[in-house]
C-alpha cells in the first residue's frame, strides 16, 4: 500500500499531463466526491487565497469594509503566522478564515505526517491569531486525491475549490478585460478567487493587480443584481435544512 502511495506520487509529479490535471486537480472533475464548488441563487461568495500579504490584504480589506461585503480568506499557515494582525482584522471585521495549507504544497504527493501537518499547522497559526477553529480546506491547486480528502475529514474539514477565477494565462492583457473574463464564468452560486498573495510568500509579486481588481469584481456584480454572502452562508443557501 505504502510502495503503491509512493509510485503514484511519483507518477502525478512526472506526469503533470492535462488530462491527469484534469481528473485530479480541476475543479470541474468529480473524481473525488464531495468537493463543493458552488452554490445557488443570484448570490456569490468572493474568496482570497495565498495571503495574507502586507500592503495587499490590507488594501482588499479596505475595499471590503467599504463595501460592507464579507469575504472568506483561505489563508496560508506561513504568512498566518506573519501577519496574525491581518487575521484579527478579517475576524474583527466579519469576514471568515479559512486554511489553504501551511507552506502551499501539492498535497497529492504527501503522504500522511506531512499532510496532516499541512492542515494542523494552518489551523494552529489561525487559532493562535484568532481563537478561532476552521471549517473548510481549499487544497492549493485544488490537488486533491483520496489521501487528501480523508485528511480534510479526519480534521473536520470540508473541501472546497472554485468556480471562477481569474485568467492567469494573459499576464499582460488589461485588468478590464482580465475582470470581464472572470466575470464570465461567473453564475448563480459562484465561488469566485482572487489572489491577495502568492503561495504565503511574503510579498504578492505579480499577482498584487488581482487584489487590485477588487472594487472593480464588486461593483461589476452588484450591476447583475448579485448579493455576496460568506462560504458559510452560501453553503446554507445551497443545502437548506431538512
Ligand atoms: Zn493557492
Redesign the pocket.
Known sequence: MTALRVFASIALLAAGSFGLYELVESPRSDAFQPVVTHGTGPVVALTF??GPTRGVTDRVLDVLEREHVHATFFVVGRAARREPALLRRMAADGDEIEN?SDT?PHLNVLLSPALDAEIVNTDDAIHAATGRGTSWLRP?FGARNAAVLDAARRHGKRVVLWTAMLDETSPHASPDALANRLLRQVQYGAIIVLHDGD?GRSQAGGRAYEAGLTAQVISALRARGYRFASLAELDRIARPAR
Open positions: 487565497d495565498d489553504h502551499h492549493p503561495q
